[in-house]
């Protein structure tokens, strides 16, 4: 699963790709050389440099895994990124790196 950050006019937007994919999480930040990413806040994610916290309840609605089949696998990836200390599950978050990518 991944989380993808673009740059637009008005600010960073979210969005979800590869949503039933759960062994390989990661953020793709993707802006124009030069421009600084080093500190992103927009809805469900935030980034400092190369470490990102993603919300699990919200990854869970864009990646729409909240029934059946889906939110079992997508349970199972929250209790293997907990059992690593990447979920914190007292602020709903998941760590992921950091994929930077050009447009």
Request: net charge negative; glycine share 4%.
């Amino acid at each position: 699963m991944r989380v993808s950050l673009e740059h637009h006019d008005s600010g960073w937007a979210a969005s979800v790709k590869r949503t039933r994919e759960f062994g390989d999480f990661a953020v793709e930040v993707t802006a124009a050389p030069g421009h600084d990413h080093s500190k992103i806040r927009c809805e469900g994610v935030r980034v400092d440099h190369d470490e990102a916290w993603v919300r699990a309840s919200w990854l869970a609605n864009a990646a729409d895994c909240r029934q059946g089949e889906a939110a079992t696998r997508f349970q199972e990836m929250l209790d293997y990124a907990q059992s690593r200390r990447w979920y914190d599950q007292t602020r709903d978050e998941i760590a992921a790196h950091v994929v930077n990518r050009e447009p």
